[in-house]
Each structure stands twice: as C-alpha cells, then as structure tokens.
T-cell receptor, first 115, second 116 residues
Framework: AQKITQTQPGMFVQEKEAVTLDCTYD???????LFWYKQPSSGEMIFLIY??????QNATEGRYSLNFQKARKSANLVISASQLGDSAMYFC????????????FGTGTKLQVIP | EAGVAQSPRYKIIEKRQSVAFWCNPI?????LYWYQQILGQGPKLLIQ????????DSQLPKDRFSAERLKGVDSTLKIQPAKLEDSAVYLC??????????????FGPGTRLTVT
C-alpha cells in the first residue's frame, strides 16, 4: 500500500478563492508527523506546514491550514485567498518514528491559480 | 543561517560516465538525506545518514550509486556508471536529527542531471 496518496494530479483555482489539496496516509505507527511542501517551477522544496499525530488542533501557518482527520488518515492542505504565486507542485509527506524518522513523499498535486 | 548547499546545479553526461554531487547541510544538522526526483514525481529517498552512519539505503541502487558522509558533515553522492534512467534532480536535505517526528527537512536547490 502507498504510504502517502495524493489523488489529484492537477488542480485549478481562481485567484482569491480557497483550495483544498487532498492527502491520505497509511501507517501503523502511533507517533508520526505530516508535512506539506511547495515546489515552484524553480525546483526548490519549501516547507509550508507541519501536523503531529498527537496534536489535537489543526495546524495553521498564515494562509495555509491543515485539515487533520486522524481516524480517516487524511491531512488535507487548505490554501485560503489563493495568489498567482501559489502556482506550484505541492507534496504531502510523512515521517514515522518507528521507521528511523524516514520521510515518505506523495506524488504531488500541481496547482494552477487562474487570474 | 546558511541553507543547504549543493553543487553542481546542473550536469550533463553521457551514459556510462561517472558523476558526483556534493551537499553541505545546515550547520548542526545531524540527519542528511539524498533524494532522487524524476520529472513529474515526488522525491524518492536514496539514502539517509545520521551523523556519519547510514540509517537507510534500501532504495539506493548499490551496483552503481554510492554515498558517503565523512566526519558527519558534508556528503557526496556518486553514480558510476550512469544510465539514461538516472536523469533526474538530486535533492539533498537536512534536519536536526532529534528523535522526534516534528522537525522539518530543509532542502538544497538540487542538482539537475541529464544523461544522454
């Protein structure tokens, strides 16, 4: 089974609208962390937001929030008030304590913001 | 604070040639990762170091790839001989290495390898 599944290869969103990027994960570990990274066309990977498995509150960082539903094993990224500069690839990733802190990435979602 | 440094940024070689990539992690980061990212895919972990020891190299094609991290600081990834399917971006990342899941990875700019 895939550790991280991102089912949306591509998404479009109108500028200033909100968008949700889906991520589901598979682990038997009790302690894990979930991350979202942004990769613009220039290629660098930029850390956006982190959610720990024991965190009761959903993580938020500025316009980014993580909709964490532990029972469903989903960790969707919500971007509010989309901007043209948000156009990029977005990767969901998971680190599992029992697997020596190894980080596994999903296949990514390409987001395009339309003016 | 300086970020993760990688060199070269771009490399074009012919198949069967050798190539080496260099990475200098953020100062004080004990954990260093090398990823291969093929166009249109997510990064795939090749090898993970904790200080100068290998934690995971299960996805490293050991017949042609090798990596070392001398003195637990910078690292070199080598491919010998290269194949066409090795064309990818090679990303180096580092994290604090503390035994908690909370610490994000910081990535370098990557090396784009083209094998012709």
């Amino acid at each position: 089974a895939q550790k991280i599944t991102q089912t949306q290869p591509g998404m479009f969103v109108q500028e200033k609208e909100a968008v949700t990027l889906d991520c589901t994960y598979d682990t038997s570990d009790q302690s894990y962390g979930l991350f979202w990274y942004k990769q613009p066309s220039s290629g660098e990977m930029i850390f956006l937001i982190y959610q720990g498995s024991y965190d009761e509150q959903n993580a938020t960082e500025g316009r980014y929030s993580l909709n964490f539903q532990k029972a469903r094993k989903s960790a969707n990224l919500v971007i509010s008030a989309s901007q043209l500069g948000d156009s990029a690839m977005y990767f969901c990733a998971m680190r599992e304590r029992e697997r020596d802190q190894k980080v596994t990435f999903g296949t990514g979602t390409k987001l395009q913001v339309i003016p | 604070e300086a970020g993760v440094a990688q060199s070269p940024r771009y490399k074009i070689i012919e198949k069967r040639q050798s190539v080496a990539f260099w990475c200098n992690p953020i100062s004080g980061h004990a954990t260093l990762y090398w990823y291969q990212q093929i166009l249109g895919q997510g990064p795939k972990l090749l090898i993970q170091f904790q200080n100068n020891g290998v934690v995971d190299d299960s996805q490293l094609p050991k017949d042609r790839f090798s990596a070392e991290r001398l003195k637990g600081v910078d690292s070199t990834l080598k491919i010998q001989p290269a194949k066409l399917e090795d064309s990818a971006v090679y990303l180096c990342a580092s994290s604090s290495g503390k035994r908690t899941v909370a610490y994000e990875q910081y990535f370098g700019p990557g090396t784009r390898l083209t094998v012709t």
